[in-house]
Antibody, heavy 120, light 110 residues
Framework: QLQLQESGPGLVKPSETLSLTCIVS??????????WDWIRQPPGEGLEWIGS???????QYNPSLKSRLTMSVDTSKNQFSLKLNSVTAADTAVYYCARHLSSWYWFDPWGQGTLVTVSS | QSALTQPASVSGSPGQSITISCTGTGSDVGGYNYVSWYQQHPGKAPKLMIY???NRPSGVSNRFSGSKSGKTASLTISGLQAEDEADYYC??????????FGTGTRVTVL
């Protein structure tokens, strides 16, 4: 059974870079049909799709975050990563990693989520 | 891309049916049959409840059903139970190959 687990610092200073990794277990990240996603949820607010990456490195980003966002994949470690630069308090959120399949436009499974707080 | 519009809250008594709406545009909900619904209990990750407008994943109760008309998708929960109390989010694929979520609906079982 495919499982995803987020990891990374829980506290980031304003103007710095937020970096998170999602470790995939129970299946290869290089599956030809899988796209890997990041989704976030500010405290008490709704979900926001951040972006997705294919194992080849092809990405699709939320236009509102595109200028600050970099996603990458490491097939040797079966994990993918998120970097968001120039963060502010508005980037404080629970960050989830998830998967969607090629031509199947829903997210399943999801990681448990990790809270990242932007504060000095 | 703007978030899809959902009512902030919906409530019902046990055994009743409730419906949550999700309104978008012709570039998302209205343009594709790629609407999905997620249930989220406090402190938990979202759980897929409906995909492709009206399909239920294995293991999801048949009390949950989905539909779409034009630019508005809907999730109906029939035979409301205490365990259904949670937040619900819709999501749609978009014309620029991205995804957009709804604003979220808090379901309260009275």
């Amino acid at each position: 059974q495919l499982q995803l687990q987020e990891s990374g610092p829980g506290l980031v200073k304003p103007s710095e870079t937020l970096s998170l990794t999602c470790i995939v277990s129970g299946g290869p990240i290089s599956s030809s049909s899988s796209f890997w996603d990041w989704i976030r949820q500010p405290p008490g607010e709704g979900l926001e799709w951040i972006g997705s990456i294919y194992y080849t490195g092809t990405t699709q980003y939320n236009p509102s975050l595109k200028s600050r966002l970099t996603m990458s994949v490491d097939t040797s470690k079966n994990q993918f990563s998120l970097k968001l630069n120039s963060v502010t308090a508005a980037d404080t959120a629970v960050y989830y990693c998830a998967r969607h399949l090629s031509s199947w436009y829903w997210f399943d499974p999801w990681g448990q989520g990790t809270l990242v707080t932007v504060s000095s | 891309q703007s978030a899809l519009t959902q009512p902030a809250s919906v409530s019902g008594s046990p055994g009743q049916s409730i419906t949550i709406s999700c309104t978008g545009t012709g570039s998302d909900v209205g343009g594709y049959n790629y609407v999905s619904w997620y249930q989220q209990h406090p402190g938990k990750a979202p759980k897929l409840m409906i995909y492709d407008v009206s399909n239920r994943p294995s293991g999801v109760s048949n009390r949950f059903s989905g539909s779409k008309s034009g630019k508005t998708a809907s999730l109906t929960i029939s035979g409301l139970q205490a365990e259904d109390e949670a937040d619900y989010y819709c999501s749609s694929y978009t014309s620029i190959s991205t995804f957009v979520f709804g604003t979220g609906t808090r379901v309260t079982v009275l």
